[in-house]
C-alpha cells in the first residue's frame, strides 16, 4: 500500500511540474472563480443580518423600555390592534431579542455576556398597510410619543439601498462565479487531457501489463484535485478582505440603532473557506475523472 | 490454456478480421501465426488480451471465458499475459531497468520485490550491464530483450508476441528466438504472430496459417508454407 501511495504522489508531482503553465492557469482561475463565489455568498449574508429586523415588509420597530409597564404596553397593543394603518406586526419579547442578538453578535461573546435577556429591549415589529415613506415617518413619530416607547427605528432609504445593492451585487458575483466555476473545470479538463496525453505512452504500457483503470486514474485525478484545491486555498485570503473592507460598510451604516457594529462573523468566513476548499476539491477531481474515463474508454 | 470456438470479428466498413476461428492451444505449446498482411493474425493476437471483444464465438483463456469477463477484471487477466511488439513500445524517458520495474510498479508489487526480480531478469536477457542506458542507446535486439524481460519479469503463463522479429535483422532474430524459446521451455505457452520466413522454418514448431480472417492450415512442427 505504501509503496503505491509513494507512487501516486511521485506521478501527481511530476505531471504538475511538467505542465506548469497550463497547472498555473487552471490554478488561478480556480482561484479567481471561487473567490468570487465566497464573496457573493458573504456580502448576502452581511446584508441579511445588517437588515435582519427589517424583513418580510416591516417598515419601523418599536422599541419598549426594558422596564416599561403592562399598562403602557396594552396601550401600544391596542393602537396596533384596532389602527388601519397597520398591516400586521410581530412581538419580539426580551428572551427572543437576546437570542437574536446572540446570533448577530456570535464573535463578540464579550459583548454577549456583557448582557441578560432582562436588559433587552422587548419590541414590535411592524407592517404598515402603507408603506410610503412618509405615511411610514408619522406613524413611527406617533409611536415615539407613546409612554414606555424608548425609540422607533424605520427602515430608512439606507436600508433599501443595501438590500437592494446586496442583492444585485451577490446575483452578479453568483452569476459570473458560476461561469467561471464552469471554466475552471473545463480548464483543468483540458490540463488534465494534455497531463494524459503526455503519457500516452506509459498509460498504454500500463494498461498491457495489467494495471488496473483506478491505478491509472487516481493520478490525474489527484492531479484535478490539487489543482482545485490550491486555488480554493488561494481565495481564502480574498475572503477576509472581502469581510475587513466590504462588509465593513455594512458595520459603519447608521441605520440599526440598537444592534449596530455587527459584521459577518470570522467564524461564518472559515465556514465559507471550508466549503470553498470542497467545492474546489471537487469541481477539479470531477473535471479530471472525466477527462481520464474519456480516455481510457477509448 | 487457450480455446478459441468459432469465433469471429468484424471491423467497420464490413472487414472481416476473423471468421469462424477454431483453435485450441495446450499448455507450454509454441505457436507461430502465419499469413499475408490483413489475414487476421493481429487481430487474432489482440483478442487474447482482450484489446478485442470477438463478435461471436467463445475465447477462453487461463480458464476464463472473455466473453463475459467483466471490464474490471481485464487487468487481472493481462498480469497473467505478457505482451511483446514489433516497436518495441518502451518509455523512452526511462532507464532500462526503469522500463522493466515499471510492468510491476504499476500492478502494485513491492519495492523490495521489484528490487529482487528486474536485476534477475535483466541477468536472463543479457542486460545487466545495460540496465542504467535508456532506450535510444540500445540496438534494436537489445531493446526488443528490454521488451520481453518487461513482459516475463511477472511470469506470465502466456507470452503474445506480434511480429517481434518484425524491425530487425535475420542475426538478431536468431538471438530473440533463442529467448523465446528459452522461456517457452520454462513452461511459458507462446503465440507469435509473424511474417518472418526465416524464422518460423528454422525453429519448426506449430504453425497456424490465416488468409482473410479463416484458419488455412494447423499442423505442428511446421512451416512458413
Redesign the interface.
Known sequence: MIYRLWYFIRETVVSLWRNLSLTLAAILTVGISLSLVGTSVLVREGADRATAQFQEGVEFIVFMNADHTPDQDAAIRQVLDTSPAISEYAYIDKLAAYEEFQVLFADKPELIESVTPDVMPPSYRIVPSDPDAANVAELARQFSTQPGVREVATATDAIRQIEDFSTRVSQVLLVAAVVLVVVSAMLILNTVFTAIGARREEIEVMKLVGATNWFVRIPFMLEGMIHGLIGAALAIPSLFIVENQVLSFFQESDVVPLFRGFAVPDGFVWDTSLWLLLLGGTVGMVGSAVAVTRYLDV | MIRLESVSKVFKGDVTALRDASVEIQRGEFVFLVGPSGSGKSTFVRLL?REEVADSGRIMVAGKDLGSLSS?RV?????N?G?IFQDF?L??KKTVYENVA??L???????PVIRKQVPAILELVGLSRKADRTPDELSGGEQQRVSIA??FV?RPLILLADEPTGNLDPATSVGIMRLLDRINRSGTTVVMATHDRGVVDTMRRRVIELDRGVVVRDESRGVYD
Open positions: 488480451n474490471w487487468p487481472y487477466l493481462r498480469r499475459i505482451c513500445k518509455l523512452s515499471f510492468g510498479e504499476v500492478i502494485g508489487r513491492p519495492r518487461r513482459a511477472n
